[in-house]
């Protein structure tokens, strides 16, 4: 039986004649967690956050929806241009990554790399990346 990537593993199941899936057991998880590396372990966690929390995966918004993510901020980046400033900031939750636009800002307190928040706006593209533009937000804690 091949292994399937991920912290949960399927296992068939027949009962009655009919085939169930059921987790795989905690020992299995247990040598999964221990062999994973950070980063997977990171995102595992991010999901499993944004999913309590009741918020949108990134991976699974669409243009033109008005979204909630939560996640953690990889990087944020003050770009001057000739006619708006902006601000951005690139949003991670463990499904992939959005990038929140401020127009006409240069700095926001508390928004830093590393810090976590929840953001809501109307998902767009632009340049090939996924965006929300001005977002309303909220810094969490921890």
Same mark, same amino acid.
């Given at each position: 039986?091949?292994?399937?990537?991920?912290? $949960?593993?399927?296992?068939?199941?027949?009962?009655?004649?009919?085939? %169930?899936?059921?987790?795989?057991?905690?020992?299995?998880?247990? +040598?999964?967690? !221990?062999?994973?590396?950070?980063?997977? +372990?990171? &995102?595992? %966690?991010?999901? #499993? %956050?944004?999913?309590s929390a009741g918020?949108? /995966?990134?991976? #699974?918004?669409?243009?033109?929806? $008005?979204?909630?993510?939560?996640?953690? @901020?990889?990087?944020?980046?003050?770009?001057?241009?000739?006619?708006v400033p902006t @601000?951005?900031?690139? @949003? *991670?939750?463990?499904?992939?990554?959005?990038?929140?636009?401020?127009?006409?800002? /240069?700095? !926001?307190?508390? !928004?830093?790399?590393? /810090?976590? @928040?929840t953001a809501r706006?109307? *998902? #767009? &593209? *632009?340049?090939?990346?996924? $965006? !929300?533009?001005?977002?309303?937000?909220?810094?969490?804690?921890?």
């Amino acid at each position: 039986m091949a292994a399937v990537p991920g912290p $949960v593993r399927a296992e068939p199941h027949y009962a009655g004649g009919v085939t %169930e899936t059921r987790p795989a057991g905690w020992w299995s998880r247990a +040598i999964q967690r !221990i062999t994973a590396d950070d980063q997977a +372990i990171d &995102a595992q %966690e991010l999901r #499993a %956050e944004s999913a309590s929390a009741g918020c949108d /995966r990134v991976s #699974a918004c669409r243009k033109g929806e $008005v979204v909630t993510v939560t996640g953690r @901020l990889k990087s944020v980046v003050y770009t001057p241009r000739e006619t708006v400033p902006t @601000l951005e900031a690139e @949003l *991670f939750d463990g499904s992939g990554s959005v990038t929140l636009v401020w127009l006409g800002r /240069r700095r !926001i307190p508390g !928004i830093e790399p590393g /810090r976590s @928040l929840t953001a809501r706006g109307r *998902f #767009a &593209a *632009f340049d090939g990346r996924q $965006v !929300i533009y001005n977002p309303w937000y909220e810094l969490c804690s921890g």
